[in-house]
């Protein structure tokens, strides 16, 4: 291996931001947080919730319920043409 190419390894601090649980491990940055950890990401807890960031499901919604179809235009009657007689 070449001499002094590698990242420093130093002592990091995970944060969760959902449920601010914090796991020390080892990386090249002092600090990274996440959204989603372990302990309460739904796959692994088995409970379904929605984790909101920013407003993003609102947003959803509301283009949602603004593109719902309209109410079908009614009918035009039809109109016969005269017969000859």
């Known amino acids: 291996m070449k001499a002094e190419i590698h990242p420093e390894y130093i002592d990091c601090t995970i944060t969760c931001l959902t449920c601010a649980s914090e796991v020390q491990t080892h990386a090249t940055v002092p600090s990274i947080r996440v959204d989603l950890c372990s302990n309460c990401h739904p ?25 719902a179809p309209a109410a079908p235009p009614a009918k035009k009657p039809r109109v016969r043409k005269p017969t000859e007689a």
Not at 45 to 51: E, L, N
Not at 57 to 62: D, G, M, P, S
């Open 43 to 67: 796959y692994y807890t088995g409970k379904q919730r929605i984790v909101d960031t920013a407003g993003r499901v609102e947003r959803f919604n509301q283009r949602r319920n603004a593109a």
